[in-house]
């Protein structure tokens, strides 16, 4: 949801002090109020740095907030792959331990650093997680062959529909995945860290 009358609304969040601003009028809002804008929210959305340490202590933040607000929050983390889904819930259940779960699920480098904290939350309190990310040989793919090149099986774990609009949203993102890319921070780099 991007226009405002779509109920956008952005907020800043920083950890320290836990100081939240609405960037729209300006002004810190407490925990209090956080808490009762989130659970008046069907899907909150946060965007992050992957590698910014502060910025998951925030996303802990928000996690634990919505929860003693509603009770009822689902964490989505696009840092495992679609397919590792059932690994994923195994572990949440406590049918296989930490280490066969970081064997088979390919958490990224600063798992530990960063996800595992909004992880075992969730494990510790009954909380859903789900997997959210395209499988990378399969965005690959894609990019290289389009959706037309998916076996049936490939399909199912991409998004149904895709949809990129052309415009300036389209053309700014791809100056930045190009600079990332240049500057050995794209998804091959990456894959080479695992």
């Known amino acids: 949801m991007a226009a405002e009358d779509d109920g956008y609304m952005p907020l800043e969040v920083s950890y320290g002090e836990h100081a939240v601003t609405d960037l729209k009028k300006g002004e810190f809002i407490s925990r ?4 009762a804008r989130m659970s008046a929210s ?3 959305f946060v965007g992050e740095n ?3 340490e502060l910025g998951h202590r925030a996303e ?9 607000s509603t009770g ?4 989505s983390l696009e840092m495992f792959e679609r397919d590792v889904q059932d690994h994923l819930n195994d572990y949440l259940a406590g049918r296989i331990d930490e280490s066969a779960f970081m064997k088979n699920s390919r958490a990224w480098p600063n798992y530990v650093r960063d996800y595992k904290p909004l992880v075992e939350y969730a494990r510790r309190n009954s909380l859903p997680v789900t ?3 395209c ?3 399969l965005a690959m793919k894609v990019a290289m062959r389009g959706i037309e ?5 490939e399909r199912k774990w991409v998004a149904k529909e895709l949809y990129a609009p052309e415009g300036p949203y389209k053309e700014r993102f791809e100056e930045t995945m190009k600079a990332l890319m240049a500057h050995g921070r794209g998804m091959g780099k990456r894959k080479m860290r695992h």
């Open 32 to 35: 209090r109020e956080l808490a």
């Open 42 to 44: 069907d899907v909150v």
């Open 50 to 52: 992957h590698e910014f």
């Open 60 to 68: 802990l933040m928000l996690l634990q907030v919505m929860d003693e």
């Open 72 to 75: 009822t929050p689902a964490l």
């Open 131 to 133: 997997s959210v990310e």
């Open 135 to 137: 499988p990378r040989r």
């Open 149 to 153: 090149g998916l076996t049936a099986e």
